[in-house]
């Protein structure tokens, strides 16, 4: 192993190390799952990596010209998936999720998208 390479990965794996590091909840899986194209799914969920404050644990679904899907979301019993399912069926076309949440243990807030496409 050359020094570059040697420094190279050094530097990759403190960035690994660092980000394990923070306790914030991190979305590990969702269904649909994410760029996925899909026949229109009943439900809509996020799976995250430590459990969730319900009460500031949600996510909106949005069609890709802006215009919201109405959907009531619930925390499950373990508290690590938050799901929903629109009010009504999804018809064909590019769907935005954004969610927010909360970490129970330390009450830190996160955010993010996961898009996915109705065929
Ligand atoms: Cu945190």
Not at 69 to 87: E, F, H, M, Q, Y
């Amino acid at each position: 192993m050359t020094l570059r390479a040697l420094l190279v990965t050094t530097l990759a794996v403190s960035t690994l190390v660092a980000g394990e590091a923070s306790a914030h909840a991190k979305l590990v899986a969702s269904d649909p799952a994410a760029n996925a194209a899909v026949a229109a799914p009943k439900t809509v969920s996020l799976t995250f990596n430590e459990k969730l404050a319900p009460a500031f644990s949600t996510f909106e679904i949005a069609r890709a010209d802006g215009v919201k899907i109405p959907v009531k979301t619930t925390v499950s019993k373990d508290r690590k998936t938050v799901s929903g399912a629109p009010r009504d069926r999804l018809a064909a076309g590019a769907y935005k999720v954004t969610w927010r949440v909360a970490a129970a243990d330390d009450g830190h807030r996160m955010d993010g998208v996961v898009t996915f496409t109705v065929k």
